[in-house]
């Protein structure tokens, strides 16, 4: 049976190409708003490192009405490290929206997304976002997309997909290029005849599959999940089991329901075929659990969440300074958090190490683990991280296999040689080259993941910041071989205390300062970058000798050079294998790992002897 009043759909698309920004406006359009009501931009992004850094980070969940319909919306993160995010909820919806920028077109993460809505058969509807650009190509984008679908060899009913031409900032949406528009209708009407109604047997056993989950201090985890088969209700007993797991079988019962209407969560006493429900009161739920009638306990397949490629070592911070800025600090406190993450973010890994006082954390990439340390940081939490580190494989002949990426490079057509340059010392291999006219060239690149580490924030140099990268996981290759990350050493502080102007002032002539004076410096913590590849001592804490002929105020005659603050992404970039970033609610500091200036010495030296 089909529920035709009901319509699923996700909306997916490469990282900054509209998404939110359209949800905005069909809610707007839909009426969950009041005429008068004050609405944020981007009401979707509620978490505040998304609302900062302008991404989604976490998928969320809305419905809109339509002539009687309820749409269902599913707003998903478009960046490659929160892939794990659009697989699963894609097993709720009936189709998909594809956003794509009426000037770029197709990119990376508009490969991914939209070969996972392929492979489960789903009906795509194209909108071609920001027609409003004044160097937006419609009709050529119209046919990359066409092309894109071709070589992800979608079926005779994909490639007839309807096209929708919208500006979600304009709020105007038309089915033809250059039609009048005035409104959202064109999209909603789309939505409405090509996208399925969700079908189900409605007398069968319920069937509920859980996709994500959330999670809330008062109530626990909620999962979220669509109704394939029956009716679930209200303190129904019922069985969790899982398609993965063949020996779960958990007896559980149905404390609360609820549906979405706009942006709320509304308590309800029973749901139907295709609704999108969140469940609350199940302790042990898991994402691809599924809740079934403990009469036919009946498992929906669901697909492997893609497994990490990166991971960072957590530790508790043990630092001369640790503890006077944080509010958790501990290894209990550290392992708590971690597990919590757990709870809400399937492409996380974390593992005990041989020693209690760290962990490895795995994830998808770089901005992936940033977040999870940022998002820690603004929670209280003090502690330290060692440099990413790819995760590698063995083939079945004992061959040490890597991820790769695929990167793809838009930049001005001067700066095309320092990129090839520098992504060929990373083991980049170059794929394809094409050059605009309008004077940007776009490289595609393959390239082994570790060498895109630290890279981001020499391309912006490089490319005075014109240029844009942008990457996607592509498998596992032979190892390439060894890549220098680095080509500059640090200087390090060679003594506990205060730093001053005359220390600095002696220090900057070294190479560029990352503090100025008064801050808290201790022996082995790095206090900036040295422009030769050897690491260097200074003392950035040394006084003018006072004499009858110095006086101390002749030190207002020195100059100091601005010193340069890293952000948390720039000093996860920066620090090498033998450093780590310590991290807290108000510093982040770059130090070695072995503090001692002689003992580093030593195992240095050793290692090279060995």
Known sequence: MKREDIRNIAIIAHVDHGKTTLVDELLKQSGVFRSNQA???????????????????????????????????????GHADFGG????????????????????????????????????????????????RAEARPAEVVDEVLELLLDLDANDTQLDCPFVFASARQGIAAL????????????????????????????????VLISTIDYNEYVGRIGVGKVDNGVIR??????????????????????????????????????????????????????????????NPVAIPFQKISEPTLAMYFNVNDSPL????????????????????????????????????????????????????????????????????????????????????????????EFTGIVIEKLGQRKGEMINMFTSGSGHTRLEFSIPARGLIGYRGEFLTDTKGNGIINTLFDGYDPYK???????????????????????????????????????????????????????????????????????????????????RILSLEEALDFIETDELLEVTPISLRIRKKILDSTTRSRDRRNKQSN
């Open 39 to 77: 609405v944020v931009e981007r009401v979707m992004d509620s978490n505040a490192l998304e609302r900062e850094r302008g991404i989604t980070i976490l998928s969320k969940n809305t419905a809109v009405q339509y002539n009687g319909c309820k749409i269902n919306i599913i707003d998903t993160p």
């Open 85 to 132: 995010e659009v697989e699963r909820v894609l097993k709720m919806v009936n189709g998909v929206i594809l956003v794509v920028d009426a000037f770029e077109g197709p990119m990376p993460q508009t490969k991914f997304v939209l070969k996972k809505a392929l492979d489960l058969e789903l009906p795509v509807i194209v909108c071609v976002n920001k027609i409003d």
């Open 176 to 207: 033809n290029i250059g039609d009048e528009a005035t409104d959202m209708n064109p999209l909603f009407e789309t939505i409405i005849n090509y996208i399925p109604a969700p079908e189900g047997d409605p007398d069968a056993s319920t069937q």
């Open 234 to 295: 209200v303190n129904q007993d019922a069985v969790l089991v899982n398609a993965h797991e063949p020996d779960t079988n958990v007896r559980v019962k149905i404390n609360k329901l609820y549906e979405y209407d706009g942006l709320k969560r509304v308590e309800v006493q029973e749901a139907r075929i295709g609704s999108i429900v969140a469940i609350s009161g199940i302790a042990d739920l898991h994402i691809g659990d599924t809740i079934c009638s403990s009469d």
């Open 322 to 413: 640790a503890g006077t800025e944080g509010k958790f600090v501990t290894s209990r406190h550290l392992r708590e958090r971690l597990m919590r993450e757990l709870n809400t973010d399937v492409s996380i890994r974390v593992e005990d190490t041989d020693t209690t006082e760290s962990f490895k954390v795995s994830g998808r990439g770089e901005l992936h683990l940033s977040v999870l340390v940022e998002n820690m940081r603004r929670e209280g939490f003090e502690f330290s991280v060692s440099k990413a580190e790819v995760l590698y494989k063995t083939d079945e002949h004992g061959k040490k296999l890597e991820p790769m990426e695929h990167a793809m490079i838009d930049v001005p057509d």
């Open 481 to 563: 071989g060894d890549i220098q990350y680095r080509k500059t050493g640090s200087l390090i502080a060679f003594e506990t205390g205060e730093s001053i102007t005359y220390g600095l002032y002696n220090a900057q002539e070294r190479g560029t300062l990352f503090i100025g004076a008064g801050i808290r410096v201790y022996a082995g913590m790095v206090v900036g970058q040295n422009p030769k590849a050897e690491d260097m001592e200074v003392n950035v804490c040394k006084r003018k000798q006072l004499t009858n002929t110095r006086s101390s105020g002749a030190d207002d005659a020195l100059k100091l050079s601005p010193p």
